[in-house]
């Protein structure tokens, strides 16, 4: 798999195709599965989440980030098993060199979102439970309806993500990927396919987020107000390969800070997470193996990054994408 790395630089930029969620159902359905077999990442208009609890998002994660550094470090862990931590790029393991330049707040909640877990997450902000709360509510509601529009164009029952494979707990992170002076030296976030089923992130202005394109880091280019929303492995894996993974990366710029949001939806751990029968038959055999989706998540960590292979996640090194 190592050679099917994209390769530096060269790439370009592609303004991903946009999507108009408030066209015709059949129309939007079929170009939601278009997109996402064309270059599997697209970007979402008219999506239906009030402006207000997009900017009350904006404004937050502004806030949370301009805190004095002890206001955050409280929640700071370097346990990736913990469902609700802030940690850094420093977390990975890079044999001591710093690689990756990022911070991030995780948050977890079962859906609806109960009073026990938002008193998880951190109360400063005094307003971050409120706002996180008002901006997941309709973003996940939204995301949820992409899942649907995507089984109605696979020809699938439209609530098939809604028993295990997409109701596990909801995940949220605001990221902040600090100006690098150097940013030959540093990344954001390494290169990865997401593990989770589903991604929607709200990007700011500033660029950064790259993803692989007919063999090249590409960067992204999105419309203002849009949601960015690509596949995760285990929707790959579900779909034994029709809708595809893409791997992406976040550099790092010389001297703006980039912020984004992102909302997650995920597997139950217990739900297994392999081909699905509607996509398999004789010239279609299993191209995974079925695993817990708690499985999934530990096999598709990532790992070490030694100096010699600086960015790389265990996907190519060991397992590689297809797993039989
Ligand atoms: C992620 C991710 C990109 C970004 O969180 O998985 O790819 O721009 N984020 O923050
Ligand atoms: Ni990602």
């Known amino acids: 798999m190592g050679d099917l790395r994209p390769e530096e630089g060269g790439g370009g930029a592609v303004s991903l195709p946009v999507i108009d969620l408030s066209l015709g159902r059949d129309e939007v359905s079929r170009a939601v599965l278009h997109a996402g077999k064309d270059i599997g990442f ?36 370097e346990d990736n098993a913990k469902a609700n931590r802030f940690f850094s790029g420093s977390t990975y393991d890079t044999g001591g060199a710093k690689l990756f330049l990022f911070d991030c707040l995780r948050l977890s909640s079962p859906f609806p ?33 992409l899942l649907r529009l995507l089984c109605e164009a ?77 596949f995760g492995l285990p929707l790959e894996v579900v779909t034994n390969g029709v809708l595809k993974s893409i791997e992406h990366r976040v550099v790092t710029n010389p001297t703006r800070t980039r912020m984004s949001v992102g909302v997650f939806i995920t597997p139950t751990p217990n739900c297994l997470i392999g081909p699905a029968e509607e996509f398999l038959g004789e010239e279609n055999p299993a191209r995974y193996h079925a695993v817990t989706f708690n499985e999934f998540y530990r096999l598709h960590s990532i790992v070490k990054h030694g100096l010699s292979s600086v960015l790389t996640i265990n996907r190519h090194e060991n397992i590689g994408k297809e797993m039989l």
């Open 42 to 77: 697209f970007q979402v208009i008219n999506h239906g989440v009030p402006g207000d609890a997009i900017r009350g998002m904006e404004a937050l994660c502004e806030e949370y980030f301009a805190m004095p550094e002890e206001d955050r470090m409280g929640f700071y862990s």
């Open 113 to 145: 979102i109960d009073d026990d877990s938002k008193n998880n997450w951190p109360h400063k902000p005094q307003t971050l439970r409120d706002v996180v709360e008002r901006f997941t509510v309709p973003t996940r509601a939204m995301a949820m309806e």
């Open 154 to 230: 696979m020809g699938l029952p439209s609530d098939y993500f809604e028993g295990g494979l997409g109701t596990g707990n909801m995940t949220m992170t605001l990221n902040r990927y600090p100006a690098c002076p150097d940013p030959g030296t540093m990344m954001g976030l390494p290169p990865h396919c997401d593990r989770n089923l589903l991604s929607l992130l709200l990007p700011s202005a500033v660029p950064g987020l790259q993803f692989s394109h007919k063999g090249k880091w590409t960067d992204v280019v999105t419309l203002p107000n849009a949601y960015i929303v690509n």
